[in-house]
């Protein structure tokens, strides 16, 4: 038998988003417009560090839907940027969040814009929290890069390590 002591440290912490925030949402799917075959939109809601989604080069726009797997009222959005270098970091500029009705074509909320980013001396990681306002159960997030900021030869690339999102189920179509 473990000391209870002992059995405190093996536990993992639980979601350390507040109740006004909601819990972490499951996603059922990500899919994209374009894709660079090594790194399938998937890669972007493994939980995996060392994954990460990236396009096929394209014209804007460029973007990547992932279908919650029950609709829930969305209240932030987590994006966790690539670090390799400023380039890469970049990719991510102009990048908005939009959140999608039931037959994921209705835009309901937008987000919000990344609009900057932070020096390589001063972060290890870079996370952006953008906060929604949704007032309509959500079935559908949308990164969209429609008025990227920086592009390559004009074709857009977006790179993503890792996408989270939080907010409430309703009890009634909570599994």
Known sequence: MIPLLLLLFLIEPLDTATPSEGQLL????????????????????????NTFYHT???????????QLEDPAWVSRVVIVNRLENINIMQRL???????????????????????TIASL??????TYNM?????????????????????????????????????TVPLSTGK
Do not use: H
């Open 26 to 49: 499951s996603i059922s799917i990500a899919t994209a417009r374009t894709v660079n075959g090594n790194y399938p939109p998937e890669f972007a809601i493994d939980g995996d560090l």
């Open 93 to 115: 500029l102009g990048t908005q969040v939009y959140l999608y009705d039931a037959d994921g074509t209705t835009q309901i909320a937008n987000c919000g814009k990344i609009s």
């Open 121 to 126: 001396m001063y972060i290890s990681s870079q």
């Open 131 to 167: 906060p929604c306002d949704s007032s309509q159960l959500a079935s559908y997030v949308k990164l969209e890069d429609s008025e990227m900021e920086v592009s390559i030869d004009d074709q857009i690339i977006m790179n993503i390590l890792e996408v989270e999102v939080y907010g």
């Open 56 to 66: 096929g080069e394209a014209a804007s726009p460029q973007w990547l839907k992932l």
